[in-house]
């Protein structure tokens, strides 16, 4: 089993920056940052394995969101820039299940970050 736990989430203006961070235990094959608005499922935005550290992001974030993931704390990161309203949402760090998708097996509590034009 994974453990997932988010933190790092706040209310920032367009054009400011967040680091997300998710402290997990276990050994996951894959993690990931889901991202989730009212009315919608949860949408895959950046991904990583861990063996290897291949990454893959969504157009969206694609050039101003890094994922990364520090072995030695076993803490996923996922460092925001540019940050605009769309942005906005529920934030879900999770594990394993299927890679690169929207369809993970393990996921956090969430951590909501909100852009403000």
């Known amino acids: 089993h994974v453990f997932l736990r988010e933190s790092g989430g706040g209310s920032v203006q367009a054009g400011g920056s967040l680091r997300l961070s998710c402290a997990n235990s276990?050994?996951?094959?894959?993690m990931g940052w889901l991202r989730q608005v009212p009315g919608s499922k949860r949408k895959g935005i950046a991904h990583?394995?861990?063996?290897?550290?291949?990454?893959k992001y969504d157009d969206s974030v694609e050039g101003r969101f890094t994922i990364s993931r520090d072995d030695a704390d076993n803490t996923l990161y996922l460092e925001m820039n540019n940050l605009q309203p769309e942005d906005s949402g529920m934030y879900y760090c999770?594990?394993?299940?299927?890679?690169?998708?929207?369809?993970?097996?393990?996921y956090g509590q969430g951590t909501q970050v909100t852009v403000s034009a």
């Open positions: 999770a594990a394993d299940g299927l890679c690169g998708t929207d369809d993970y097996h393990y």
């Open positions: 276990g050994d996951p094959f894959c």
């Open positions: 990583i394995l861990t063996n290897g550290g291949h990454t």
